[in-house]
């Protein structure tokens, strides 16, 4: 990645914040005409995010699937099954944690909402809104389907419409990047209209702490017993994984520290080719770092709003899709988090008010989470190798 896209992405989550500050400090002297326009227009990029994210998530699974080629039912027979294992239990402790959180510290506090009368509330200049015509599950299905059909089938078509579906998700990605400000504007305009948004701010750092000590914590782990528990090998995997997590850091992209991702897991590792295969496969759909943060801010905006906790059924059917979708994650700053907004939605019942705060909150965090996102494919490589070597996942 180059120096300019590189200070291009990490002036995101500085935008982002200076559009909170300035709904914070001047939402009393806009004019109510111009708090609802923006209003309007937050909802209805919302309404066309949810409607498009199934086309985004077929064309982003059905090229994944053709780049794989001949390695295809390999890596989905293989490495598919053990990178939903850990994302599923990862997305399991998240909800663990939140609950332990809750418990020892009570939680994220309850949001006063203003008295207020209908005709004071802020309510959107136009209405627009879309149905969904499939839904994200069908099109992360018909991806894998139609991608394997054709590859096999006729595999100079299935390349060249690989490539338009590329170029399609690259386009989508250029147009969306820059209107999410609008997004997020509008909606906390809404919510310091209501007088809640500087109550949400207060909470802030306590969630980036626990995600901090829970997340980077089990990464930590992680390696020390790969390792087995020998502190000198422990610290040998950690120096290795250091420049790419400082990469990840920097940039907001784990593409951007792919290199030196598969530098360290070569060092990491045993037998190097096994690096050369599970990090690239694994660089958008193992994300560590998302698995804890976005179910934890998800739970504790949840309980800020008075909607408490989820149930254990609720929670399960939410993790199976949130694992799913990891698999339509694209490599751009916030791209974790925007296609798990209609899982949010649909699953856990959340408010166009409180997809727009998790979104502004994971992207304000994106470069902790990550580099926690680099750290945790590192030591996947390990555990690959591992059983790789015990004739679990080969035939050597």
């Avoid at 595999?155 to 690259?170: D, H, I, M, P, Q």
């Avoid at 997020?184 to 207060?202: N, S």
């Avoid at 690239?280 to 800020?304: E, R």
Wanted: glycine share 4%; hydrophobic share 55%; with cysteine.
């Amino acid at each position: 990645m180059s120096w300019c896209k590189r200070i291009k992405h990490s002036l995101i989550p500085l935008l982002f914040l200076c559009i909170l500050i300035f709904s914070l400090c001047f939402c009393s002297v806009l004019p109510y005409s111009v708090q609802s326009f923006l209003y309007a227009i937050s909802l209805a990029i919302k309404d066309c995010l949810i409607f498009s994210l199934p086309f985004i998530i077929l064309a982003l699974v059905y090229g994944s699937i053709v780049r794989l080629g001949d390695k295809a039912m390999k890596y989905i027979l293989i490495i598919i099954p053990l990178v939903c294992c850990s994302n599923f239990m990862n997305t399991l402790l998240s909800y663990v944690a939140s609950i332990k959180m809750t418990n020892l510290c009570g939680g994220i506090s309850r949001i006063q909402h203003h008295d207020m009368s209908v005709a004071d509330a802020l309510s959107p200049a136009f209405e627009f809104s879309l149905k969904n015509i499939v839904s994200n599950d069908v099109a992360l299905c018909s991806g894998v389907i139609i991608g394997l059909l054709l590859y096999f089938v006729n595999r100079n078509f299935a390349a060249t419409l690989a490539g338009y579906s590329e170029r399609f998700t690259k386009v989508y990605f250029k147009i969306l990047i820059p209107i999410m400000p609008f997004f997020i504007a509008g909606t906390a305009l809404k919510l310091q209209h209501d007088g809640i948004l500087i109550q949400i701010f207060e909470q802030y750092l306590q969630i980036l702490i626990a995600f901090i000590v829970l997340a980077y914590g089990f990464v930590l782990l992680q390696y020390f017993l790969l390792s087995r528990c020998k502190f000198s090998k422990f610290i040998f995997y950690l120096k290795n994984i250091l420049p790419a997590t400082v990469t990840a850091f920097g940039s907001m992209s784990s593409a951007s520290a792919l290199p030196l991702s598969i530098k360290a897991a070569e060092e990491n590792v045993k037998k190097k080719s096994n690096a050369d295969v599970i990090i690239p496969s694994t660089v958008n759909i193992h994300l560590v770092g998302d698995c804890f943060f976005i179910p934890m801010i998800a739970i504790s905006v949840m309980s800020s709003f008075e909607m408490g906790i989820p149930t254990m059924t609720t929670y399960l059917l939410f993790a199976l899709h949130f694992v799913l979708a990891k698999f339509a994650v694209a490599a751009v700053p916030g791209g974790g988090v925007l296609v798990m907004l209609p899982v949010m939605q649909n699953y856990l019942g959340m408010s166009s008010e409180m997809l727009a705060l998790v979104t502004a909150l994971y992207v304000l965090f994106d470069p902790i989470i990550t580099a926690c996102n680099v750290a945790g494919n590192g030591a996947m490589a390990i555990v690959f190798d591992k059983l790789s070597r015990c004739r679990l996942l080969s035939r050597e």
